[in-house]
């Protein structure tokens, strides 16, 4: 069973920087794919960041420059090191696992954590 839990949320003036933790519950290694989404009130959820098979990283065009998603595999966690934060970075944030098991995707959830910016 996996289990994704976040910290390092919080509130910061615009222009301030914050660095989320996903901590990995099971073997992070089996794990395909790992990202950040985050979800405003009354918007959809969406993806922020994420690393596939290890390797390949991609992030929303939103935060391309600003944000970056690295993993601490001796750690079991992930991370999203946010800098230059804007009033629209606002969200609950999500770490996310995906591990496929044959022709199945698995898909995890943290529990979230709130970001706040104000201007």
């Known amino acids: 069973q996996v289990q994704l839990v976040e910290s390092g949320g919080g509130s910061v003036q615009a222009g301030g920087s914050l660095r989320l933790s996903c901590a990995v519950s099971g073997n992070i290694f089996r794990m395909n794919a790992m990202g950040w989404y985050r979800q405003a009130p009354g918007k959809q959820r969406d993806l922020v960041a994420d690393?596939?098979?290890?390797?390949?990283?991609n992030y929303a065009d939103s935060i391309k420059g600003r944000f970056t998603i690295s993993t601490d595999y001796a750690k079991s966690t992930l991370y999203l090191q946010m800098d230059s934060l804007k009033p629209e970075d606002t969200a609950v944030y999500y770490c996310n696992a995906k591990v496929r098991r044959g022709a199945t995707t698995f898909q995890y959830w943290g529990q979230g954590t709130q970001v706040t910016v104000s201007s």
């Open positions: 690393i596939t098979d290890g390797v390949s990283i």
